[in-house]
């Protein structure tokens, strides 16, 4: 279980505190008012995360490409395509992240604009 900070602890003992709580673990949480609201941890740790995070999404884009689930298409027919599913109910309250994970162009790598 990763330690747990109070915002308190923090503003009392600053950067100190934060060093102490990865002492041990290589993560831990700030609560505000009782409840967890952040994590910290080394930029070392945050650095892997994200190189984990970004090798499963390409291991994703590859898999989807592999089974055929992509569409090869020009900027203008990509964009046609959207604005027909837009109008058949599109997620309006989507997030950009969650829209280009969707877009047949996510994980592309031979992308050719015209």
Known sequence: MMPDLTASELKTHGVSAIEKA???????SISVRGEPRYVVMELAQYDELRESEMSASLAESHADREAG???CESVDAHLERLSRKEGAGAMKDESLVDFMRRS????????EFE
């Open 22 to 28: 990865l002492e041990d673990q290589p993560e831990a």
């Open 69 to 71: 689930r992509v569409v």
């Open 104 to 111: 047949p162009l996510y994980g592309a790598e031979d992308i």
